[in-house]
């Protein structure tokens, strides 16, 4: 490439990060990695009206978690800032106003009234080439009104003037040639009444500011994308202009339509990057990172919606997809969203991660549940013992818990039915031959006295496991024993046989 590699991720700190823009700053992150370029998170708080506190708090959390951390952005700025839009403000008006002198743009006066007006009047109304003319703007006022109404300070925009029956081409680095009839594109905003800059003009003035080489983002873009194409046009900067890629949307599970927090809430899982608090409402959208997913196998399964390496391979590392990651395999279709899916990916990252790696990430879910690990080696080897069992990490609070304490609650039906006073005996005489071995030969003196009384053992293990840890779920019952120690097996057999009993 000619040109040094320079993308953003420009989220507007609105509320949470969804999990379709993660998707976008992470094939921004992947191809600038793969590009030896710079990866820019560049905040778009234009929209005074939406912005959130704390939003932009949020989402540099969500991309520390994922692991997909910007080169610049407004708390590691490099040359290029500020990287909040909101402090780039004066550089706007002066584009808006060069754009009006070459006649590519125009002062809009209309009243909210009477725009209102005009969309009961006219259905569908757009302001455009079929309407302008009818409007109070500077192509209908004359020069001197339009120099009165701005000496006055009277409330305006500015507009950008669309030409007649004109085509706009751009090649997308996905989807190929892509055209546009401008008959069908309106009047976008381009600078608001109070001064800041829409979407349309931001995007284009901060991305040659930053000499952005290739804009990735989503695909409900693409009709805005001529508005773009002209602008970089008529402010003379089309040799400047970045690469565009409109990504493929996440679809809803069923396929029917992009997937929203609506579906999240309706179906049962998050959307959402991480845990959403609303500052006004407090109330919290659950995200990936809370309900018990590793990063790097959210990672994973985002890359995979839309994208693949053309194998058969699943489980990538983020270095993995820095080394693979292509625009060329980059889908144009939607990606259906698959809950079960995601959540098999999370179940192989647990499997294959070291108990070093899983160690923090347990002892912080125990802690949640009130239970203090302790021992940082006991703790690991019992994180080997069970990550198979887990599908998400809260898992291993249930599937460790017995570990730690007794359990409190026993699955008697599935005891009672077979329970005799031969085996109450057994495990009696189990709990006294205890004291006799040490913790690594239970199993031998286990099978050694249910010989001796004529069971077989098959018949002892499903009490027994019961009785160590109150259901019928765990790793091998005796690796459990011999982790639990001869003083706690033998004083859970005592109490359980008791509770049988009665």
């Not at 359990?407 to 005996?425: G, L, Q, R």
Request: net charge negative.
């Amino acid at each position: 490439m000619d040109r040094k590699v320079r993308v953003r991720f420009a989220p507007s700190p609105t509320g949470g990060l969804h999990l379709g823009g993660v998707r976008t700053a992470l094939f921004n992150y992947l191809f600038a990695k793969k590009n030896n370029g710079t990866f820019v998170l560049r905040v778009e708080d234009t929209d005074q009206n939406r912005f959130v506190a704390g939003a932009e708090e949020y989402i540099v959390d969500c991309l520390n978690w994922c692991g997909i951390m910007p080169d610049e952005s407004p708390g590691n700025p490099g040359a290029y800032g500020p990287y909040r839009q909101s402090e780039r403000k004066p550089s706007y008006r002066k584009f808006a106003e060069q754009l009006i002198g070459d006649g590519y743009a125009y002062y809009a006066f209309d009243t909210p009234e009477e725009l209102d007006a005009k969309r009961k009047e006219i259905s569908n109304f757009q302001y455009g080439q079929a309407t302008r003319m009818q409007m109070r703007n500077s192509l209908t006022l004359t020069i001197s009104e339009v120099e009165d109404l701005l000496a006055a300070k009277t409330p305006h925009v500015i507009r950008i003037k669309v030409p007649e029956d004109e085509i706009v081409h751009f090649n997308d680095l996905i989807r190929g040639d892509v055209s546009f009839e401008t008959s069908l594109v309106d009047d976008k905003v381009l600078l608001k009444a109070d001064g800041m800059p829409t979407y349309h003009l931001a995007v284009v003035v901060d991305d040659k500011a930053m000499e952005i080489s290739h804009a990735f983002r989503g695909e409900e873009w693409l009709p805005s994308a001529p508005v773009h194409i002209l602008l970089w046009k008529y402010l003379g900067w089309e040799t400047d202009m970045p690469q565009w890629a409109h990504l493929p949307l996440i679809l809803k599970p069923d396929g029917h339509g992009k997937l929203s927090k609506r579906d999240g809430d309706r179906l049962g899982f998050p959307v959402y990057a991480m845990n959403w608090t609303d500052p006004k409402t407090g109330d919290i959208t659950k995200g990936f990172k809370e309900m018990g997913f590793m990063p790097d196998a959210f990672i994973n399964m985002l890359a995979l919606l839309g994208w693949n390496d053309g194998t058969d391979q699943e489980l990538f590392s983020l270095l993995e997809l820095e080394d693979k990651f292509s625009i060329e395999r980059i889908s144009k279709a939607g990606a259906k969203f698959d809950f079960e899916k995601a959540k098999w990916y999370n179940h192989e990252w647990i499997k294959q991660s070291t108990a070093d790696t899983l160690q923090q990430l347990v002892s912080t879910e125990l802690h949640k549940a009130s239970i203090e690990a302790g021992d940082v080696q006991f703790l690991k080897t019992i994180i080997d013992l069970i990550k198979d069992r887990c599908t998400l990490l809260p898992d291993f609070v249930a599937q460790s818990s017995y570990f730690f304490a007794p359990p409190a609650e026993y699955d008697i039906n599935s005891v009672k039915p077979k329970w005799t006073a031969e085996k109450a005996a057994f495990f009696n005489d189990y709990a006294d031959k205890l004291r006799l071995v040490d913790a690594v030969s239970e199993e031998a003196a286990f099978k050694a006295l249910a010989e001796e009384k004529g069971f077989k053992p098959g018949e002892l293990m499903l009490p027994f496991r019961i009785i160590l840890v109150g259901g019928k779920f765990g790793p091998g019952v005796f690796d459990i024993a011999v982790l639990l120690g001869v003083a706690e097996t033998k004083a859970r057999i005592e109490k359980a046989v008791m509770l049988f009993n009665s």
